[in-house]
């Protein structure tokens, strides 16, 4: 079955800026790509996540509501401390089971 955003036309134009915002908040993209959405890119961590953030900001291109929403979430909001064992399995975080090791400024958060 294919996905809502495969879906529909333009792809790119939707998945760019949604990955953009996402490696801003969280220091790490959904994609380890975001340049290279073709076949030689990496495929992303979390494909239906990607999905559903990039039709919800097509939906009003609204990047304000876009990073409100990544930085209120349960996962932004998580402590960047984790126990060895989760570093050893997951040392560059792309499972996302720890908050991100910086935070945004206030500045960044209210543009």
Do not use: C
């Not at 495929?43 to 990039?54: G, H, Q, R």
């Amino acid at each position: 079955m294919m996905s809502p955003l495969a879906a529909t036309r333009g792809v790119s134009l939707r998945l760019t800026p949604t990955l953009r915002y996402w490696k801003l908040v969280f220091g790490n993209g959904l994609v380890r790509t975001p340049e290279d959405f073709g076949t030689r890119g990496e495929p992303p961590t979390y494909p239906e996540l990607l999905d559903w953030i990039a039709v919800e900001f097509q939906s009003d291109w609204d990047v304000k509501r876009l990073m409100r929403r990544m930085t209120s979430s349960a996962t932004y909001r998580q402590s960047s401390a984790a126990p060895v064992e989760l570093r050893q399995r997951d040392p560059d975080n792309r499972l996302l089971a720890r908050g991100p090791r910086y935070r945004l400024s206030a500045e960044e958060i209210r543009d």
